[in-house]
């Protein structure tokens, strides 16, 4: 349970960052680049031990999920 709590604030908090750096708008058009830097990158970032890449797998999934309804809304 605790796994999915981090992994869903890891999730939000790049999304967050991303709409402040970049505008919604364009983070909306362009979520399929995001889902692809994000999945390669999280990875990278909790490289070592079992539970960090569950979480980075769990987080992808969640921020692939959340742009995609951020695209949504968007349109």
Do not use: E, N, Q
Request: charged share 10%; with cysteine; net charge positive.
């Amino acid at each position: 349970m605790d796994t999915l709590f981090i992994a869903f604030i890891a999730a939000l908090g790049y999304l967050i960052i991303l709409c402040k750096v970049f505008s919604p708008r364009s983070v909306a058009k362009s979520h399929v680049l995001w889902d692809v830097v994000f999945t390669l990158g999280i990875p990278l970032l909790f490289l070592g031990t079992y539970s960090g890449m569950v979480t980075a797998f769990l987080s992808g999934i969640m921020f692939s999920a959340m742009s995609f309804v951020l695209s949504i809304m968007h349109r």
